[in-house]
């Protein structure tokens, strides 16, 4: 049974499963009641804990610098303090209360929160898997980035694209299809094992099955 509580200001669903993997999930929204089922299903499926970590800071907490927004203002660009509060307080507090010794975590995220897995993924070695779904890859300066990093602190990727994504009417967002193949070219010549896949759909398509997708495909014994 998925259960709910609130860690300082972030909302936490948990399906909680007696093993060592743990799967973060990082969605702008609290899981809705219609999706716990599909959530509990993957969680005794894949023998992990599926922990979906929500009402965070969208904007600010999960980008790595600051840059304008795409309307008005800029994003906070904050995500280094962030991922240390993930690392220093919340993972560390949740897996001891969930008696999870040794974890092995595997980190999803959509939209920008896709930006962060990948960003996060270069910057600690955390996790075994990271998922980016409809990743932000067209954040000012991201790929440039990527392209400079001497070390990947994570050797295994799953990243997926909606095939419509590249159809929109903002600007920024246009060169999507061409920003996240940078990434994965990127991720590959650095040695990390990738699986890139096309989906069905647009950016907001329903988000279950795809996160059904990233958690096959950082499961699989081998990644294509």
Not at 21 to 28: A, E, T
Not at 41 to 65: G, H, K, Q
Not at 68 to 75: D, L, M, R, S, Y
Not at 97 to 118: D, H, W
């Amino acid at each position: 049974m998925i259960t709910s509580r609130t860690y300082h200001s972030l909302n936490l669903d948990i399906a909680p499963f007696d093993s060592s993997n743990i799967i973060y999930v990082l969605l702008p929204h609290r899981l809705p009641e219609e999706d716990r089922a599909s959530v509990e299903e993957m969680s005794s499926r894949f023998e992990s804990t599926i922990v979906v970590i929500s009402e965070m800071d969208w904007n600010s907490d999960l980008t790595p610098w600051k840059a304008p927004a795409v309307k008005e203002g800029e994003f906070g660009g904050h995500a280094s303090q962030f991922l240390d509060r993930l690392k220093e307080d919340l993972f560390f507090n949740l897996e001891n209360s969930l008696q999870i010794r040794k974890p092995k975590r595997y980190l999803i995220g959509l939209s920008l929160a896709g930006l962060f897995t990948v960003w996060a993924a270069v910057r600690k070695p955390l996790f075994e898997g990271v998922s980016s779904i409809s990743g932000s890859f067209w954040y000012d300066g991201f790929t440039e980035w990527l392209m400079k990093q001497e070390e990947l602190r994570c050797m295994r990727f799953h990243i997926c694209l909606g095939e419509k994504e590249k159809e929109t009417k903002v600007k920024r967002f246009a060169n999507i299809e061409e920003d996240t193949m940078k990434v994965v070219e990127t991720l590959m010549l650095k040695g990390a094992e990738v699986a890139f896949e096309m989906t069905e759909g647009g950016h907001n398509s329903p988000v279950i099955p795809r996160i059904e997708k990233s958690v096959v495909s950082l499961f699989e014994k081998s990644v294509v």
